[in-house]
């Protein structure tokens, strides 16, 4: 989803978004490139466990804990996710939207 979505709407090699791509829509992409790279990390952790064959609950319990604070960055992509999931329906009606082309583009692939 980042390399489809997320990346090609972004200056090269930066953090910086395209002109055209609404502030709502850059901001709720920006909170899931955030999770994507929690969800990496945590999985990256859990394997670890996994190749040790230690599936001792304390180890597991002792591996999510310090995620826990860090599972906040879903508050703000939860809490405008319904509004800017209409908007992006929305701009990808609009016949003359580039950011609505882009995404309809980018669903066939």
Known sequence: MVQLFILPLRVRSTKVW????PDDVSRLFDWLED???LHTKLSASLAGLRDVHNSNLQCVGEI???FMAKLEIYQPYL??????????EHLVAQEKSDIGEFIKLQERS
């Open 18 to 21: 395209v002109s055209g791509v």
């Open 35 to 37: 999770i994507v790279h």
């Open 64 to 66: 999510l804990r310090p």
């Open 79 to 88: 809490v405008k996710l319904e509004f800017v999931a209409t908007r992006i």
